[in-house]
């Protein structure tokens, strides 16, 4: 429900004389391995500001003057602004790495072993300081069963029961 209102606001021209900002982000939860996949897809230019500012550098995500550096920075900035607690437990989450696509990156992670999440909180507060209308889209999937919730500046978070 939350993507159709979305997608209608997007679809009604509102966004002429304000900039959007959204991300989206893809939760699996893998039975097999125990484990939830992320895959957060967010445009690699509002990414590269936010990353100058909390460092105070100039990054640059196509020609990176410092590839390891760049990595640590982004390591370290979606580790801070996605956290997880699943069934009332706080949940170590991995980061994995990085691509780029045309005008996008996408970022991956995933959890330590959870045997089966009945109850996931979910903290997603990517670009939401450097841009006030930032949104973030995330969708949950147990079972191939989505769930869905947004983030945004007054509402950090949300919390999804899963079947």
């Known amino acids: ?4 209102q979305l ?20 939760m ?14 967010i ?11 909390a460092s105070g550098d100039q990054v640059n995500f196509l020609k990176p003057a410092d ?9 370290e900035y979606i580790l801070s602004n996605n956290k997880l607690e699943v069934n009332g437990k706080k949940v170590k989450l ?16 995933e959890s330590e072993k959870i045997p089966d999440p009945l109850e996931i909180n979910i903290h997603n507060s990517i670009l939401i300081d450097d841009f006030p ?11 191939r069963q989505p769930k869905s919730l947004i ?3 007054d509402k950090l978070s949300g919390t999804l029961k899963l079947d």
């Open 151 to 153: 983030t945004r500046k």
């Open 94 to 109: 991995t980061y994995l790495g990085y691509e780029i696509e045309e005008d996008a990156a996408w970022f991956y992670m």
């Open 67 to 75: 590839s390891k550096k760049l990595e640590s920075l982004i390591k």
């Open 133 to 143: 209308t930032q949104q973030n889209i995330v969708n949950f999937y147990k079972n």
């Open 28 to 41: 699996y939860y893998n039975e097999e391995r125990q484990k939830i996949e992320i895959a957060q897809k």
């Open 1 to 4: 429900m939350l993507v159709i």
């Open 43 to 53: 445009f690699w230019n509002d990414m590269e500001e936010a990353l100058t500012i």
């Open 7 to 26: 997608i209608l606001f997007l679809m009604s021209g509102g966004l002429e004389t304000h900039p959007f900002y959204i991300s989206l982000t893809d």
